[in-house]
């Protein structure tokens, strides 16, 4: 168990220091295709409900997605924290305005807004960051397990979205870890291996 700890602790130092080295206008070039080529999937076509997530300044930009999503009458949940149990839910909004810092210094919905229910029916995708993804579709992020919880109980499509030299043959992975359905890169559609 310490040994996988470590080496994953060794894979997102390493993976943070060269997210933070991209170049802005390139990561924007890759934003802007990663997105698009999502809007452009049966994915998202069939999906009444989006769980995005608010991203920070070195992840990929997903706003332009929420953004069209709500153009096109689609419901948008964002997700926050509730850091004494590392569980999250995700809150609807009609507008990005409704997101405010929170937990972590991220973006997040206002506690009044609705929640999403995970028993619901309704085709949903949730859109999935990481610092790292492998070709099986298992994430590294932070190391705080809120998106392992939360997707152990999710049933719709998880989608993986990341810069395409962030995804490697292969990480270290304990029982918890989940793996995405597919992953968006800004060279196209990943899937799983």
């Known amino acids: 168990m310490y040994?996988?700890?470590?080496?994953?602790?060794?894979?997102?130092?390493?993976?943070?220091?060269?997210?933070?080295?991209?170049?802005?206008?390139?990561?924007?070039?890759?934003?802007?295709?990663?997105?698009?080529?999502?809007?452009?999937?049966?994915?998202?076509?069939?999906?009444?409900?989006?769980?995005?997530?608010?991203?920070?300044?070195?992840?990929?930009?997903?706003?332009?997605?929420?953004?069209?999503?709500?153009?096109?009458?689609?419901?948008?949940?964002?997700?926050?924290?509730?850091?004494?149990?590392?569980?999250?839910?995700y809150h609807f909004v009609t507008s990005l305005d409704q997101l405010e810092k929170g937990t972590y210094g991220l973006l997040e919905p206002t506690a009044d807004l609705p929640v999403y229910d995970l028993a619901s029916p309704e085709p949903a995708a949730c859109i999935v960051p990481a610092l790292v993804y492998d070709k099986k579709g298992y994430r590294l992020g932070y190391g705080k397990g809120y998106y392992d919880r939360y997707l152990g109980q999710f049933c719709g499509s998880k989608v993986g979205m990341i810069y395409s030299e962030f995804v490697i043959d292969t990480l270290p992975r304990g029982r918890f870890d989940l793996c995405v359905d597919f992953i968006v890169t800004e060279k196209g559609l990943k899937v799983k291996q």
Do not use: Q, W
């Not at 990663?34 to 920070?56: D, E, H, Q, V």
């Open 3 to 89: 040994e996988i700890k470590k080496k994953k602790n060794d894979i997102r130092e390493k993976y943070k220091g060269l997210r933070a080295a991209l170049d802005r206008d390139r990561k924007a070039e890759m934003d802007e295709k990663i997105c698009n080529t999502f809007i452009g999937l049966a994915t998202y076509r069939y999906a009444s409900t989006l769980l995005m997530y608010a991203p920070k300044s070195d992840e990929v930009n997903v706003f332009p997605i929420a953004e069209r999503a709500l153009r096109d009458g689609k419901k948008v949940a964002f997700p926050r924290c509730i850091p004494d149990t590392h569980d999250m839910n």
